[in-house]
């Protein structure tokens, strides 16, 4: 009986680690008046308006133009960086671990996890 409990506590644990570890490579955006906010995850594009296109490496593309034209943050976690698109075509990085401001012109917010 020890030895099946002692086996479960392992797995129980290792399952625990696993989610947890798992569940922080994401990438969330907020609104700077805290009235929404949303996650995607490694390999995701969310597109503010229909004019960002070319961006192939990504998995998954959500278009979601209530985001466009709000003022924004993006946080990513400890394992991704957040890659903003501006209205101009530039992009720029959100380190891992950090948080940026995301300009009220952007096209769209991808993460890349790893």
């Known amino acids: 009986m ?3 409990v002692t086996t479960l506590f392992a797995i129980a644990a290792f399952a625990t680690f696993f989610m ?7 990438c969330k955006l907020f609104a700077n008046d805290k009235s929404r906010s ?4 490694d390999n995701d594009l969310v597109r503010f308006n229909t004019n960002l296109n070319g961006e192939v490496q990504y998995a998954r593309t ?3 133009i209530s985001w466009a034209g709000k ?6 976690s400890s394992k991704c960086d957040a890659i903003v698109y501006h209205g101009s075509g530039a992009h720029t990085r959100v380190k891992r671990g950090t948080s940026g401001a995301v300009p009220s012109d952007a096209r769209g917010v991808g993460c890349d996890c790893r």
């Open 2 to 4: 020890k030895l099946k």
């Open 20 to 26: 947890a570890s798992s569940a922080r490579a994401e």
């Open 38 to 41: 949303g996650t995607i995850v």
């Open 62 to 64: 959500f278009d979601d």
């Open 71 to 76: 003022a924004l943050t993006v946080e990513a």
